[in-house]
């Protein structure tokens, strides 16, 4: 089974800080993803990677940035927390890209509150 | 600009009832429909749908697209309260295989 595993189940943080959310997965996807997600919004892309060193924005990059030095491992960035990015955050990495044939796998999520 | 409405937006049934969650789309260069079901945790993987007028199955859970409606539908027979979940929908374009979600639908199923 795909294991994807977020570092954090839950973060509380203060407005301004830094904040890191690491996310591995341990099936050798070449793809990786990081999506919010909030009530009535559902999930929304952030940031996705493809391979090592790559990256894209997604639907709402503002805000944060990521990095992909490893395969396994994907991070997101808060670069200066705001109470705006309080939310959900699920990691997902898939093998095939473009998905035609390779479904998501998602990590457990990590519960962000920003104060 | 591309689009994935889910409805109902929340539904509460009983044990024993049949629901159909409904997810309806407007994305250029569709390539797959999926569908998720999320606990409390990590989204799971149920089905993906790529040719219109197939049934997928899975125990109580069918699925089927319709691409001339730009629809699909998830039908759960026989619910127990295991079924209480959020139903997540998802539609991957060709062009970028990127997924773009619905906002969700929430089922609570009551003994």
């Known amino acids: 089974d795909v294991k994807v595993t977020q570092s954090s189940r839950y973060l509380v943080k203060r407005t301004g800080e830094k904040v890191f959310l690491e996310c591995v997965q341990d099936?050798?996807?070449?793809?990786m993803f990081w999506y919010r997600q909030d009530p009535g919004l559902g999930l929304r892309l952030i940031y996705f990677s493809y391979d090592v060193k790559m990256k894209e924005k997604g639907d709402i990059p503002e805000g944060y940035s990521v990095s992909r030095e490893k395969k396994e491992r994907f991070s997101l960035i808060l670069e200066s927390a705001s109470t705006n990015q309080t939310s959900m955050y699920l990691c997902a990495s898939s093998r095939i890209r473009g998905l035609g044939n390779s479904p998501l796998h998602f990590g457990n999520g990590t519960r962000l509150t920003v104060t | 600009e591309d689009k994935v409405v889910q409805s109902p937006l929340s539904l509460v049934v009983h044990e024993g009832d049949t629901v159909t969650l409904n997810c309806s789309y407007e994305?250029?260069?569709?390539?797959?429909l999926l569908w998720y079901k999320q606990e409390k945790k990590a989204p799971t993987f149920l089905f993906m749908l790529?040719?219109?007028?197939i049934e997928k199955k899975s125990g109580r859970l069918s699925s089927i697209l319709d691409k001339k409606e730009l629809s699909s539908i998830l039908n759960i027979t026989a619910t127990q309260t295991g079924d209480s979940a959020i139903y997540l929908c998802?539609?991957?374009?060709?062009?970028?295989?990127?997924?773009?979600f619905g906002q969700g639908t929430t089922l609570q199923v009551k003994p």
């Open positions: 994305v250029t260069n569709f390539r797959s």
């Open positions: 998802a539609v991957v374009r060709v062009s970028t295989g990127k997924l773009i």
């Open positions: 790529t040719s219109s007028g």
């Open positions: 099936m050798d996807h070449e793809n």
